[in-house]
């Protein structure tokens, strides 16, 4: 056979059909869909902020409970050496 009759006998196919491949990825521009934002998580919108505050506002809170409970722990104790000082005072003086 000749390479002209091989030619003919080969099926064709179409230009359409075939793909062309790509290994270039697309890439995102700041602001898109998916993107990160450049001034990091005190940039955001406005639930982030909120939800930051909100956050802020409860761990304060905590704290403040915290430091209420330790002042009435402190003011236990030094009502209870006031009474143990009274009590040395007074065997102190019956003796």
Same mark, same amino acid.
């Given at each position: =056979? $000749?390479?002209?009759? /091989?030619?003919?006998? /080969?099926? &064709?196919? /179409?230009?359409?059909?075939?793909?062309?491949?790509?290994?270039?990825?697309?890439? =995102?521009?700041?602001?898109?869909?998916?993107?990160? &934002? $450049? +001034?990091?998580?005190? $940039? +955001?919108?406005?639930?982030?902020?909120?939800?930051?505050?909100?956050? $802020? =506002?409860?761990?304060?809170?905590?704290?403040?409970? !915290? *430091?209420?409970?330790? !002042?009435? !722990?402190?003011?236990?104790?030094?009502?209870?050496?006031?009474?143990?000082?009274?009590?040395?005072?007074? *065997?102190?003086?019956?003796?």
């Amino acid at each position: =056979m $000749s390479a002209l009759r /091989l030619r003919l006998a /080969l099926p &064709r196919t /179409l230009p359409t059909a075939t793909r062309s491949f790509t290994s270039v990825t697309c890439r =995102m521009a700041e602001g898109d869909t998916g993107a990160t &934002r $450049s +001034g990091g998580a005190a $940039s +955001g919108d406005a639930f982030n902020k909120r939800e930051a505050a909100d956050e $802020s =506002m409860y761990i304060r809170r905590q704290e403040q409970e !915290k *430091l209420a409970a330790l !002042k009435k !722990k402190i003011a236990d104790g030094e009502a209870e050496i006031a009474k143990h000082r009274k009590e040395a005072e007074e *065997l102190g003086k019956q003796k």
